[in-house]
């Protein structure tokens, strides 16, 4: 069964404190695997999508990265405005199959 | 931002009722999908669509039935609302179903009581 797990469930950090935010997915073989940022009350907003081990992705202070076993979004001198959940999925192959969810990692940066 | 809406925002209902919520896109995605989010259980897929009248079930589908007779338009019926599908409900959608990047709509907040 594919799984994600998120941690830690929630961080907080001072403002320009940098940080990361751990994925950890079992699936029988990626596909792709998914990050989104979710502010309360709205929808799940995208940020990256990787496909293989050793891809990198980067936006601003946000930086994605992914092994074979997990994935980790870097949040580089975080901004109050960063404050937000982030959410891990991952698909498996073949493709067209449902996309599984972590819980979620609810972050507050604190001016 | 992807051109998702969904209605109602919010909707509060008895148990028993029938309840539908609509999913309208202007993307011209091909895959339309119904999650439902939940405090502890993160996002779970109920149903999700494919093509015009082609449909699947979701992780979480008992309960539920949805239909979609426009490529633009995704309803998810709850037949016979009960207390245990108060949920926030979001629709999501992507132009292809196989690693492809799925955007969200705003949500839909229904409480049953």
């Known amino acids: 069964e594919d799984q994600v797990t998120q941690s830690p469930e929630a961080l907080r950090l001072q403002e320009g404190e940098s940080s990361s935010l751990n994925c950890s997915y079992t699936?029988?073989?990626?596909?792709?695997l998914f990050w989104y940022r979710q502010d309360p009350g709205k929808g799940p907003e995208f940020l990256f999508t990787l496909y293989s081990a050793g891809e990198e992705k980067e936006k601003e202070r946000l930086k994605a990265t992914l092994t074979k076993k997990e994935s980790f979004l870097h949040i580089t001198a975080p901004k109050p405005e960063d404050s937000a959940t982030y959410l891990c999925a991952v698909q498996a192959n073949p493709g067209n199959t449902p996309l599984v969810f972590g819980k979620g990692t609810r972050l507050s940066v604190i001016a | 931002d992807a051109g998702i809406t969904q209605s109602p925002r919010h909707k509060v209902t008895e148990t028993g009722t029938p309840v539908t919520l609509r999913c309208h896109q202007t993307e011209n995605h091909r895959y339309m999908y119904w999650y439902r989010q939940d405090p502890g259980h993160g996002l779970r897929l109920i149903h999700y669509?494919?093509?015009?009248?082609?449909?699947d079930k979701g992780e979480v589908s008992d309960g539920y039935s949805v239909s979609r007779s426009k490529t633009e338009d995704f309803l998810l019926t709850l037949e016979s609302a009960t207390s245990s599908q108060t949920s926030v409900y979001f629709c999501a959608i992507s132009s292809t179903g196989g690693g492809e990047t799925q955007y969200f709509g705003p949500g839909t907040r229904l409480l049953v009581l």
């Open positions: 669509s494919y093509g015009v009248k082609d449909t």
């Open positions: 699936v029988s073989g990626l596909r792709g």
